[in-house]
């Protein structure tokens, strides 16, 4: 039988310190690391039990933002009233991901480290070629199956997928991961994978994630969160939109505009360019879905996930509309 | 002789109090699967148990060159590792239809690989994650040849000739070729997976040379005959039992390579084993259904009279197994046509050998011929319903026999009243909300009549409860409710006080629960064996000196709610407890069968174990069918090309219902299963490799609740006794038949667009 240990840390320091052992992994809400675990994919040789930590589970709303406990549940966060009418898009990113089972198990920060959905990094007994998880073998995915696959910011050595709901709406909002001190900007914790798709946040051993912040915007009180996908609940986004509009006092031209794509790309994926071709406009449907194809600038399909490329302007489209014409 | 009035009414299709046959008596298992109590095959605690793990090829064509176990061997807890060159040998088994096997030995741990998860090795130690990290331990080496991986590989190559599945009559080509109207389409159907919520696995255990396995099982006696024959022990050495099944969908009627292992393992180190296997296993582990092509061509008048149909049809199999997935059942018999002819090839693949799914043949067959028929009645301008009716069989076209209830117009006409039908706006893209496009779809289906014959025993007790025995089985379709109504009501008890014990191999015995049979057999099985009973205790209780009734010179009476009495009220008045008490008997035991009166030990042996007696549906005067008819509603977003069904109607003719409320659940049920068909469900292949990759739940995706709406379903059957002795006909499968094909036509009048490939996924659609 494959031993590991397992550790129930008490102190922040001290999951830190047990998780940068060589081999260790923290374990919060398990929906991700068990699964990963049973496949094969993830070997640990110890889970540091960090869901006993007390104070990380904390919401905290107030004029200048959102704190959110790292051990906060994704229901928890999706119900939580202040969250619901000053970051709708969050709410709605999380009540749209998973299950209810699995959102009431899942943790905040594991969910914003959950890995790809990509078959063939989940089957290695099969497919021994992922420089994802064994980098320099090669990916298996290129050449194969690549419905579900990425179609902006892949590399020569990896297309998967981020396929995270919440990551897409904390990028829009300019979110804060926090690991203890040190904090990060969202847009630079989930790196891309260039040559090196097994490094996918700037994290290190021994750091943890210990809360997001999302500063308070206009935008984001007036914000939605669009997924779509083949089966109406519980399967992850072909492909996603967090919008977040503030008008002009006219009530009609933009003043400030969020969009980000989730279920394209191979990281939570903040499309700058839609937002600056319709910032100073009045919002009207043409001029929308003109800058939306903006959205998948040089992306680049894989045969099967050609759709996506077709799919994401309409989302990021509709998704505008909707927040626009929102009360 | 039959003393007493059968109190069975062939009435209405519906009849019935809440205990008697008809009447809507919640699931008697219900409570012990919401609670847990229910304990399901592979729960069993056994003393010594331990546990299998399979090893399973990771190429999908070549051999394998060596094996590896020295790392596995020497693994904590590890018991055996079984390789096709350790593991005992047994003998081939006959097929399901008994045809006699080669006398050769079978090995269920390939050396050949024909298809990607093929078990090559197993595992067996004392604990299940001891087992598991041992099985990664192997290492198998293989040389490696190209694999077929599917039907529109270049090397698959056109198939074998079916000869059996071609069906002509009239000149179909020439009809065809002079029809004013002619249509034709190429509609194809992905390897889909029954996706049962219990996996299969079991725990065999020997004593001596009997073996005791615990399995979850459509056929029991079909299954212990082939465990018989591969370890070459008497039938009656092998006990299975199989109280619950979490879902079986035609996956569950056979014993399986992985079940051979685990029986071999237990064999050879004379302690049970457990093998269970994992959701990846139960994509490889045995056949989904085929994926299938098929050609339909129509030529038609300008009424939309249809003049011939050519219908051309391919289904998968192994490379070295034979399933053929008969496409052309529908097409045969749905609508009158002068002229037909139909043909079907089978291609051999690198997969598993596929299998049964709900419906097989019917369901691929009826996408076929009611898309078809839906592009017609486009091409000459008719309503879909009407073009239907227009070409209404009034016997079957290829029989050509009487039906013996078809109640299709009616479905039809029931259907569309509820669904509003009439206010459909016939042009596609008509009817819209925001940028929803909204399309109404029908379609019709059909399954079959199957007969066999079953036996049970019923006893009544001393303390007036009745039990019921059968070794036939309840997947969740209801058989334990439907007994106890039938015995309940023929015996004249409460149903509450009749317990029904299903699943053991050791009781009477019953064929397959496939095909949508089972309810008509054993119904049918009880009814006469509680008619015997009560045959008995009426006897007993007129002519027995000891009895209160023996005075009363009565030549019947009534036995009701458990009590016994005069039919003219006079006299005394008794609980069966307390005639039983006055006789001094501690019970009376019946057994029943509905086999012909002649029929030999042997002829039993074969039923039972075999499909080879079935009874075809068009045997003697008449077709026997179940039909219906689906309206559905979808909402195709525009941009986005997602479709939700948003309303469906469905009429169906199951003939006279047990229990309508169990039958609507069955109805129900195979109509989310084909809302998963037409949307959702796909084995998707890597070509490469020959494997597929979406084997988890979490990837092969089947319906949740909130892609289900509301479903409107309607009996419109009537009781139909050429088809079973109470008067039911099919009801499992039947409601899956013409659930794609309505969506499809739905999607089409919707968005103006023709999907000929299932399922409907959004990319088909932007
Ligand atoms: C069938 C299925 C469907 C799903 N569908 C969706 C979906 O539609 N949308 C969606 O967004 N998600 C979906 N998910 C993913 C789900 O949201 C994640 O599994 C979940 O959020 C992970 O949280 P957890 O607490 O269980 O993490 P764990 O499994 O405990 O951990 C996941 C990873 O994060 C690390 N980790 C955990 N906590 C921390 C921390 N504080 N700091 C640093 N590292 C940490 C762990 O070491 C591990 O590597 C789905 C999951 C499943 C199984
Ligand atoms: S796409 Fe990435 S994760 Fe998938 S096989 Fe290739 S390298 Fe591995």
């Given amino acids: 039988m494959r031993d590991f240990s397992y550790v129930r840390a008490d102190t922040l320091d001290a999951a830190r310190q047990a998780s940068a052992l060589p081999g260790a992994m923290l374990l919060a809400g398990g929906t991700t690391l068990v699964d990963l675990a049973k496949c094969g994919v993830a070997e640990p040789d110890s889970l540091v039990d960090i869901t006993h930590l007390k104070g990380l589970d904390a919401i905290k709303v107030d004029g200048n933002g959102a704190m959110i406990g790292a051990l906060a549940k994704m229901s928890h966060v999706a119900d939580h009233a202040d969250i619901k009418s000053r970051f709708p898009a969050v709410s709605e990113a999380l009540w749209q991901a998973a299950s209810a089972q699995l959102r009431n198990m899942a943790t905040i920060g594991g969910n914003l480290m959950q890995r790809t959905r990509c078959p063939y990094f989940r089957d290695p007994a099969n497919f021994p070629a992922c420089n994802k998880r064994s980098p320099g073998s090669g990916c298996s995915a290129i050449g194969g199956v690549t419905r579900g696959h990425a179609v902006l910011g892949t590399s020569d050595a990896c297309i998967a997928t981020y396929p995270g709901d919440l990551a897409t709406a904390l990028v829009a909002f300019d979110a804060v991961v926090h690991l203890g001190e040190r904090q990060i900007a969202v847009d630079d914790f989930f790196l891309m994978p260039g040559a090196t798709p097994d490094r996918e946040h700037a994290i290190e051993p021994g750091e943890m994630i210990t809360a997001i912040s999302i500063p308070a915007s206009a935008s984001a009180r007036r914000s939605t969160y669009l997924k779509i996908r083949d089966r109406q609940s519980y399967e992850f986004a072909a492909a996603s939109a967090a919008v977040g509009i503030d008008f002009e006092d006219d009530g009609r031209t933009i003043r400030d505009l969020r969009v980000a794509l989730g279920g394209v790309a191979t990281k939570p994926w903040r499309a700058h360019a839609v937002e600056a071709a319709l910032k100073g406009k009045v919002l009207d449907e043409d001029s929308v879905r003109a800058a939306s194809l903006l959205a998948v600038e040089g992306a680049v399909d894989h045969g099967a996930n050609h759709y996506k490329i077709e799919l994401a302007p309409r989302v990021v489209a509709r998704a505008i509309l909707k927040t626009g014409a929102m009360a | 002789m039959t003393i007493h009035d059968p109190r069975t009414r062939h009435g209405d299709a519906s009849d019935g109090a809440m205990d008697q046959v008809g009447g809507r008596l919640s699931r008697v298992d219900g409570p012990a699967k919401m609670t847990g109590a229910a304990k399901y095959a592979v729960e069993q605690q056994l003393d010594g148990l331990t546990y299998g793990v399979l090893v399973e090829s990771t190429i999908a064509s070549g051999k394998v060159r060596s094996i590896d176990i020295s790392a596995a061997e020497a693994a904590p807890g590890v018991l055996k590792v079984l390789t096709p060159d350790t593991i005992m040998s047994l003998r081939t088994a006959s097929d399901w239809f008994g045809t006699p096997p080669p006398d050769k030995p079978y090995c269920p741990l390939a050396r050949d690989i024909t298809f990607s998860g093929q078990h090559v090795a197993a595992i067996i130690a004392e604990t299940f994650e001891q087992a598991v990290a041992a099985a990664a331990m192997v290492k198998v080496s293989y040389d490696e040849t190209p694999a077929i991986t599917d039907l529109s590989d270049g090397k698959a190559g056109d198939g074998i000739p079916i000869d059996a599945m071609t069906k002509e009559w009239g000149d179909a080509q020439g009809a065809f070729a002079a029809a004013p109207v002619r249509i034709c389409g190429a509609y194809n159907t992905p390897r889909e997976y029954q996706a049962p919520m219990e996996p299969h696995g079991l725990i065999a255990r020997w004593e001596g040379d009997k073996l005791t396995v615990w399995e979850p099982s459509q056929w029991l006696d079909g299954m212990a005959r082939t465990y018989a024959e591969w370890f070459g022990v008497p039938f009656e050495n092998v006990r299975l039992v199989s109280p619950y099944i979490g879902g079986g969908f035609g996956s569950k009627a056979l014993a399986l390579g992985h079940g051979a292992v685990a029986a071999a393992a237990a064999k050879m180190l004379g302690r049970p084993v457990r093998v269970v296997m994992t959701r990846p296993q139960t994509f490889t582990g045995y056949g989904g259904r085929a994926a299938t092509r098929q050609t339909v061509t129509i030529g038609a008048d300008t009424n939309g009279i249809i003049q011939s149909i050519v219908h051309r049809g391919v289904n998968e199999t192994s490379i070295d197994g034979m399933w053929v997935e008969p496409l052309g059942v529908v097409t045969s018999i749905m609508y009158a046509t002068p002229n037909f002819s139909s043909k079907q090839n089978v291609v051999r693949v690198n997969s598993v050998v596929p299998g049964a799914m709900r419906a097989p043949g019917e369901n691929p067959s009826a996408f076929g011929i009611e898309s078809a028929i839906d592009e017609l009645s486009y091409e000459v301008g008719i309503d879909p319903l009407e073009i239907r009716l227009r070409n209404y069989a009034e016997q079957d076209p290829e029989a050509k026999k009487a039906w013996s209830t078809r109640q299709l117009r009616e479905a039809f006409a029931a259907g569309a009243e509820r669904f509003g039908w009439a206010r459909r706006t016939p ?173 030999t030990a042997e002829d039993r042996y074969k039923n039972y174990t075999t499909i080879a007696t079935s009874v075809p549906h068009t045997e003697g005067d008449y077709s026997r069918h179940s039909w219906c008819a689906h309206f559905i509603e979808v909402r195709v977003d525009e941009d986005f090309g997602t479709v939700r069904v948003s309303r469906v109607v469905s009429a169906l003719d199951s003939g006279r219902l047990y229990n309508p409320k169990l039958a609507e659940s069955q109805w129900k049920g195979g109509i989310i299963m084909g809302i998963g068909q037409a949307l959702l469900e796909e084995g998707i292949v890597d070509r490469r490799h020959g494997r597929i990759v979406n084997n988890n739940l979490g990837d092969y995706l089947v319906p949740t609740n909130a892609d289900i709406p509301d479903i409107d379903v309607i009996s419109v059957g009537i009781p139909d006794l050429h088809s079973s002795v109470l008067g039911g006909k099919g009801v499992g499968e039947l409601a899956i038949v013409g659930v794609a094909p309505a969506i499809a036509n739905a999607v089409f009048h919707a968005t103006g667009k023709r999907i000929r490939d299932l399922p409907i996924t959004l990319e088909k659609l932007i």
């Fill in chain 2, 427 to 599: 042009e596609p893209r008509s009817m819209r909300d925001g940028n929803q496009l909204i399309g109404w779809g029908v379609a019709a289906g059909t399954y079959p009549v199957r007969r066999a014959y079953g036996e049970a025993v019923v006893r009544i007790l001393a303390d007036g409860s009745v039990e019921v025995e059968s070794s036939s089985i309840d997947m969740g379709q209801g058989t334990y409710t439907i007994l106890a109504q039938t015995a309940a009501e023929t015996v004249g008890v409460p149903a509450d006080d009749v317990v029904v014990k299903l699943g053991d191999s050791r009781f009477p015995r019953a064929g397959v629960a496939g095909g949508s049979r089972l309810a008509g057999v054993m119904t049918g099985a009880v009814y006469k064996a509680a008619t015997s009973a009560l045959d008995q205790l009426i006897g007993l209780a007129i002519s027995d000196p000891r009895s209160p009734f023996h005075t009363l010179q009565a030549n019947t009476l009534v036995v009701a709610n458990g009590r016994i009495g005069s039919p003219r009220g006079d006299g005394p008045d008794l609980s069966i407890a307390e005639l039983l008490a006055s006789v001094g008997r501690d019970h009376i035991e019946a057994t029943g069968d509905t086999m012909p009166a002649n029929s």
